[in-house]
């Protein structure tokens, strides 16, 4: 069982808006630790899509954006491409944890 | 570029052990800390180990908390990972990443090597 919570699949159809959510606690991104989100295709690298809650590494297009609320993150896919098929993490850290470093279950986009 | 290649996976008994090394290329190796996630059959990313940049600090997850130990050595730019005890649910993809020099992200991660625990 992860410490972050994500939903294990969403989907859509080409061209629509997606969500998905990352749930943590007061340990984690409730204390203030920024979120970051990863899309990983099986087999490959898995790659950074966005940090710091907000923010895209050059390359990342703008269809891409995240957000974050108290306890909780959310990753925005927009005009969804059938290339955005793929497993999506997100990640954070936890001041209770040994290691510290901790991951959400991910959950799998599946484009229509 | 940023590069990182993963090698020495294979298969294992459980019980015995085996060293995983990650070559670096394409930025100053010794500058950054680094870290080892893996990812089990069917399962979600798990974060492993981490080494500060000069190799005096570690960090482990508490299921592999002496048994695994991680190592670099900057003049060769290779990270490492020991692995001993290894048990079934060790079998996994393990990557080597790197963490950003600003965040507590991972901004490059290599291609993974497979390890099969199985007698």
């Known amino acids: 069982q992860s410490v972050l919570t994500q939903p294990p699949s969403v989907s859509g159809a080409p061209g629509q808006r997606v969500t998905i959510s990352c749930t943590g606690s007061s340990s984690n991104i409730g204390a203030g630790y920024d979120v970051h989100w990863y899309q990983h295709l099986p087999g490959t690298a898995p790659k950074l899509l966005i940090y710091g809650n907000i923010n895209r590494p050059s390359g990342v297009p703008d269809r891409f954006s995240g957000s974050k609320s108290g306890t909780s993150a959310s990753l925005a896919i927009t005009g969804l491409q059938a290339e955005d098929e793929a497993d999506y993490y997100c990640?954070?850290?936890?001041?209770?944890?040994?290691?510290?470093?901790?991951f959400g279950g991910g959950t799998k986009l599946t484009v229509l | 570029e940023v590069q990182l290649v993963e090698s020495g996976g294979g298969l294992v008994q459980p019980g015995g052990s085996l060293r995983l090394s990650c070559a670096a290329s394409?930025?100053?190796?010794?500058?950054?800390?680094m870290h080892w996630v893996r990812q089990a059959p069917g399962k979600g990313l798990e974060y492993v180990s981490g080494?500060?940049?000069?190799?005096?600090?570690?960090s482990y997850a508490n299921s592999v908390k002496g048994r695994f130990t991680i190592s670099r050595d900057n003049s060769k730019n290779t990270l490492y990972l020991q692995m001993g005890s290894l048990r079934a649910d060790d079998m996994a993809v393990y990557y080597c990443a790197r963490r950003g020099r600003q965040w507590l992200v991972l901004d490059y991660w290599g291609q993974g090597t497979l390890v099969t625990v199985s007698s």
């Open positions: 080494i500060s940049s000069n190799g005096g600090n570690t």
């Open positions: 394409g930025f100053t190796f010794s500058s950054y800390v």
């Open positions: 990640q954070s850290y936890d001041s209770s944890l040994s290691g510290n470093w901790v």
